[in-house]
Every structure is written in C-alpha cells, then in structure tokens.
C-alpha cells in the first residue's frame, strides 16, 4: 500500500464536502503514562509504538441544523448500531471543546465507529477511538474554516483533542512512535500533546512485532481513570516519575541505537512497575491473571534458552503483549503458537505490528 502523506489527505478535502471519515490506530507504550492531574496532563513523560492491526474506523456525518438551538447534537453507532451510552460520553466530551471549535453546535452529527479487534477482547479501543474522532472533528474544521494550512498544526490539534478525551490517545496520531510529556532532553516536548519521534527509528525496530495475547476478555476490575487518580496517594509516586524521566532518556537511546536488549529491558520493567503501582495502591489491585504470570515465566524461560530477543510488557490488565524484532519472527512465532496460546481465551491472539499511524478513509 502507497502511503499519502497526511499533507495530501488534508488537501483531498473539499468544501461540498458533509461527511468525513478516519482510521486510527491503537498503540502501547515504552515507557507508561500512570498517573495524571488537571484535565488529562500526565505526571511523567511516555513513548509508545504506534500498532497498525488494532485500529478503529470512524465516520462523521454533519449537517447544518435546521433550528439553531444550543445543544451538542449527536447520533452515535457502534458497529452499526445506535449506542445511546456512547452517544451520551460524546456529547459530553463535544460539550467541553466551545473554545477549540466554534462549530459544534450549529451542526447535527451522525457518528458511526468500529473497531477491528473484538469489543469483548479486553483490549483498550480508547486510545484509537479518540484520536480517530479527533481527527474527524479537526478535518471538518479543515472543510468548514480552510484551517490549518498543514499537517504540523492539523495532528498537533489532533493530538491535543485526543488528548483530552483519552491520555493515551494523543500518541496515536503519529507514525511508529510518538512520545507525549514535557521532558527537558526531548525538544518540543509538551504535556497538552504527542509529537512524532521522527525519522532517527533504527532499522532493526522498522516491522517490530506486537503479538496481543488475550489472557482474559473480561471488563477491567478498575477503570484507567480510577487507576490514574490512585497514584495520588501512592507512597511510591515520586520516585516512579523519576524513573518514567530516566527511563525516556534510555528508549529513546535505545530506539535509536538499536540496542533492542536495553530496550527489552525497559519494557519489562515499565510493565511491572505499572502492575507494583496497583497492587500498592489504596485501595490495592491485581490486574494480572494467573494466566498473564504463566505466560511472563515462559517467556522469560525462553529468553534464558535462546537469547532470543522476545519480551513482554502489559497495559492496566491481564493482556499480554509480546514484542520482537521482525528478523527473528521465524524462530519466535512457533513458540507463541505452541507454549503461549493455550493461555489466551479461544485462543485468541492479535497479531499486530508498529504502524504508519492513522489515515483518511
Ligand atoms: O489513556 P488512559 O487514560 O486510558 O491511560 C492509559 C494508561 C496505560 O495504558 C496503562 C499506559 C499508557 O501510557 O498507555
């Protein structure tokens, strides 16, 4: 697939335009963002690899309303079906973005959204769900005011918007890997929005794999929202925003050099430190099943075995995602099918890889 640059997806645009539509994708970080104050500003600095096969499509129909009033006015389906509790969560998010957006209420909007992967996978959509209504919202201010002229200013709006409705979601926007959080080492660096990492990405993380073993499918015991606002009180806090700090400076190196072991590393250590985080917390979560321990000893056997280069790292759940270097697919992917997947629900493996990030559809 060629891929347009995002300058020319937004040139494409037209003013007769009345509908829009965008795919973007999921992405799992390196170094986790745990733990926010204000509205959505992270306490410590993140970077993550933007996925490509987790992605959500979203569609927004807009339409001059025919009685001015001062609502928020939004048809909300899932795939394809009229979701009234989503519906509701959008209105709410539309209703607090007045000053980035004159727009929102002249307008009745008919979104329809879906997801690749499972609804019932256990899998997190917010991240890709909110960049891609972001994208929708700032490509019909695009259609509607002729702003932004470029791409720099339409993904750094993106990504703000995205922002606001999902932390996470403000590094979706960019190819392969964006980071988002003020850091003293990393220019233009800001906590209101992600920026891409650009083109310094060695070649051995170019195709880098994400296999997403879904060890449970069930709803999180905790939301991300409740999870974030623990850390508040968590005796441990301080330090772990001095590590998340150090930890930046060390992927990034990493990611540059190609120093995967050092990168795998970190990984880990980021995934366990965000699971310690929970357990410690008042009140004190498990996230992980047993299923997700069985397949951290295997995986960690393997390595001991092999020297091969496969590590894992978790979001706020039970999921496991195994990455690896595409040049060692061949040699890793047996053992994932044999030893791992009789630990995920029916089996269930997303087989996913770092990505070009989000484009219109
Ligand atoms: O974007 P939120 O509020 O769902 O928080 C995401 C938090 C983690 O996925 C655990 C870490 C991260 O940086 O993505």
């Given at each position: 697939?060629?891929l347009?640059?995002i300058?020319?997806?937004?040139?494409?645009?037209?003013?007769?335009?009345?509908?829009?539509?965008?795919?973007?994708p999921?992405?799992?970080?390196?170094?986790?963002?745990?733990?926010?104050?204000?509205?959505?500003?992270?306490?410590?600095?993140?970077?993550?690899?933007t996925?490509d096969?987790?992605?959500?499509?979203?569609?927004?129909?807009?339409?001059?309303?025919?009685?001015?009033?001062?609502?928020?006015?939004?048809?909300?389906?899932?795939?394809?079906?009229?979701?009234?509790?989503?519906?509701?969560?959008?209105?709410?998010?539309?209703?607090?973005?007045?000053?980035?957006?004159?727009?929102?209420?002249?307008?009745?909007?008919?979104?329809?959204?879906?997801?690749?992967?499972?609804?019932?996978?256990?899998?997190?959509?917010?991240?890709?769900?909110?960049?891609?209504?972001?994208?929708?919202?700032?490509?019909?201010?695009?259609?509607?005011?002729?702003?932004?002229?470029?791409?720099?200013?339409?993904?750094?709006?993106?990504?703000?918007?995205?922002?606001?409705?999902?932390?996470?979601?403000?590094?979706?926007l960019f190819p392969e890997v964006a980071?988002?959080?003020?850091?003293?080492?990393?220019?233009?660096?800001?906590?209101?929005?992600?920026?891409a990492f650009g083109d310094?990405l060695?070649?051995?993380?170019?195709?880098?794999?994400?296999?997403?073993?879904?060890?449970?499918?069930?709803?999180?015991?905790?939301?991300?929202?409740?999870?974030?606002?623990?850390?508040?009180?968590?005796?441990?806090?301080?330090?772990?925003?001095?590590?998340?700090?150090?930890?930046?400076?060390?992927?990034?190196?990493?990611?540059?050099?190609?120093?995967?072991?050092?990168?795998?590393?970190?990984?880990?250590?980021?995934?366990?430190?965000?699971?310690?985080?929970?357990?410690?917390?008042?009140?004190?979560?498990?996230?992980?099943?047993?299923?997700?321990?069985?397949?951290?000893?295997?995986?960690?056997?393997?390595?001991?075995?092999?020297?091969?280069?496969?590590?894992?790292?978790?979001?706020?759940?039970?999921?496991?995602?195994?990455?690896?270097?595409?040049?060692?697919?061949?040699?890793?992917?047996?053992?994932?099918?044999?030893?791992?997947?009789?630990?995920?629900?029916?089996?269930?493996?997303?087989?996913?890889?770092i990505g070009s990030g989000p484009r219109?559809?």
């Amino acid at each position: 697939m060629t891929l347009v640059s995002i300058d020319d997806q937004l040139a494409s645009l037209s003013s007769s335009q009345s509908s829009v539509a965008w795919r973007s994708p999921s992405n799992i970080a390196i170094v986790k963002y745990w733990g926010k104050h204000g509205i959505q500003l992270p306490r410590n600095p993140s970077i993550s690899f933007t996925l490509d096969a987790a992605h959500t499509d979203t569609k927004v129909t807009f339409k001059k309303k025919e009685q001015v009033d001062n609502d928020i006015s939004v048809d909300f389906y899932f795939e394809g079906e009229a979701n009234e509790a989503f519906a509701s969560k959008i209105i709410k998010f539309l209703d607090g973005l007045d000053e980035e957006f004159s727009f929102l209420r002249d307008y009745d909007f008919k979104i329809e959204s879906s997801n690749s992967f499972p609804h019932s996978s256990g899998i997190a959509s917010s991240a890709s769900a909110m960049s891609a209504l972001a994208l929708c919202i700032c490509s019909i201010e695009k259609i509607l005011t002729g702003w932004p002229n470029d791409s720099t200013d339409f993904l750094q709006k993106a990504s703000y918007i995205a922002r606001l409705g999902s932390g996470s979601a403000a590094r979706s926007l960019f190819p392969e890997v964006a980071s988002w959080g003020t850091h003293s080492e990393i220019e233009n660096s800001s906590d209101i929005r992600a920026i891409a990492f650009g083109d310094e990405l060695h070649e051995s993380f170019k195709g880098y794999h994400d296999d997403i073993l879904i060890v449970s499918a069930a709803e999180k015991s905790v939301s991300s929202r409740a999870g974030h606002a623990l850390m508040e009180g968590n005796p441990f806090a301080a330090v772990r925003y001095e590590q998340a700090n150090r930890n930046m400076v060390s992927t990034i190196e990493a990611l540059k050099t190609g120093d995967i072991l050092k990168f795998g590393k970190i990984l880990e250590e980021e995934a366990m430190t965000l699971h310690a985080l929970m357990m410690c917390s008042d009140p004190s979560y498990i996230l992980m099943k047993a299923g997700t321990l069985a397949v951290i000893d295997k995986v960690r056997a393997f390595r001991k075995e092999t020297y091969l280069p496969l590590y894992f790292t978790l979001d706020a759940g039970p999921n496991v995602h195994l990455l690896y270097p595409d040049e060692v697919a061949d040699q890793i992917w047996p053992f994932i099918e044999k030893e791992l997947k009789p630990f995920c629900v029916d089996g269930k493996i997303i087989r996913d890889r770092i990505g070009s990030g989000p484009r219109m559809i």
